[in-house]
């Protein structure tokens, strides 16, 4: 995974907590790894995911789901994040940026971008996901 971050963004020690698990994010979702997906994700209902060009996903069984279809049907999957800019309040942060992905399912090489925010909120001394929303760029 190869991730650009703009260098106008001040760095805290929040906001390098929440690269760190934006980025952990990323990771498990190259890896196709659930555990790891699992560990990144808020469990509560009212966690969102929305991925490009489908409807939201609304708490983790729903959410997870959808990840286990995705790692199930992708024999591949390497992700470029170029990361546009980073904020946190109090104890919610956010990352906006873009998706650069190069997917192998079926066969097939698809490559696509999408402009994504990711929002995370500091539950019990970590950052958990709580809201992934994708959306497909066209050029």
């Not at 489908?54 to 990840?67: H, M, Q």
Request: charged fraction near 25%; proline fraction near 1%.
């Amino acid at each position: 995974m190869i991730v650009h971050l703009n260098d106008k963004i001040e760095m805290t020690d929040e906001r390098n907590e929440v690269l760190a698990a934006n980025e952990a994010f990323y990771r498990a979702f190259e890896k196709k790894d659930m555990e790891a997906m699992s560990a990144i994700w808020s469990q509560g209902i009212g966690t969102l995911c929305i991925h490009p060009g489908r409807n939201a996903l609304r708490g983790w069984k729903e959410i997870r789901t959808s990840w286990e279809f995705i790692f199930k049907n992708t024999n591949y999957i390497e992700i470029e994040t170029e990361i546009i800019t980073a904020d946190v309040r109090n104890d919610i942060g956010y990352i906006v940026l873009v998706e650069k992905v190069l997917q192998v399912s079926a066969g097939r090489r698809i490559q696509a971008e999408s402009m994504a925010t990711n929002i995370f909120e500091f539950l019990g001394g970590k950052w958990y996901l709580i809201h992934h929303h994708g959306s497909p760029m066209m050029r």
